[in-house]
């Protein structure tokens, strides 16, 4: 049985993981086995970065803190070695990031599974959101759908304008002559 201190320690840790775990938009679960200490150091200095926070923690803890916060993860999910990622802000920055790493990374390191505002995702939906453009990519795009629009629209009206122009100019000129 372990000692008072230990449960203490397991549990803060749990209920650090849950507060984050509701706190959050999105998480990625990976495998990190076969990750060297130096490309740890580069990968989390990438992910604090981005605004993810990454945690290595064993299974159980994992499985209780995500019971506790409502966040489904399947229990075949939490085997072997886990870390997980979670942003609070950032729907996209933690699958961007550990996909492009675990693509380039054949010793082990592998997605296991993700969720987003508490639903479960498989490892093929974790890998189409990193797929995904950034927010700011985003938002250049409809900036320039909604400029195209607003753009289009001021060239039709204009277009209307002259043509009800030339309308109205043309029959002042042929009453002109008739006037006479």
């Given at each position: 049985m372990p000692s008072k201190a230990i449960l203490e320690q397991k549990q803060a840790l749990v209920n650090d993981l849950s507060d984050r775990l509701k706190?959050?938009?999105a998480g990625v679960i990976v495998n990190y086995s076969g990750i060297s200490v130096a490309d740890d150091t580069k990968l989390r200095k990438q992910l604090r970065e981005a605004g993810v926070v990454y945690t290595v923690?064993?299974?159980t803890l994992i499985k209780r803190a995500a019971a506790d916060a409502g966040v489904e993860i399947d229990d075949a999910v939490l085997?072997?070695?886990t870390?997980?990622?979670t942003c609070d802000s950032d729907y996209i920055a933690a699958a961007k990031i550990l996909n492009e790493y675990a693509e380039g990374n054949k010793k082990g390191f592998e997605i296991k599974a993700g969720f987003i505002d508490g639903k479960k995702m498989t490892v093929d939906e974790v890998k189409r959101l990193a797929k995904t453009p950034s927010r700011e990519t985003l938002l250049t795009q409809l900036a320039f759908g909604l400029n195209a629009t607003i753009q289009g629209l001021a060239i039709a009206i204009k277009?209307?304008?002259d043509k009800q122009s030339e309308g109205a100019e043309?029959?002042?000129a042929e009453e002109a002559p008739a006037a006479e």
């Open positions: 706190g959050s938009v923690a064993k299974n085997n072997g070695t870390a997980i990622a277009a209307i304008v043309a029959p002042a």
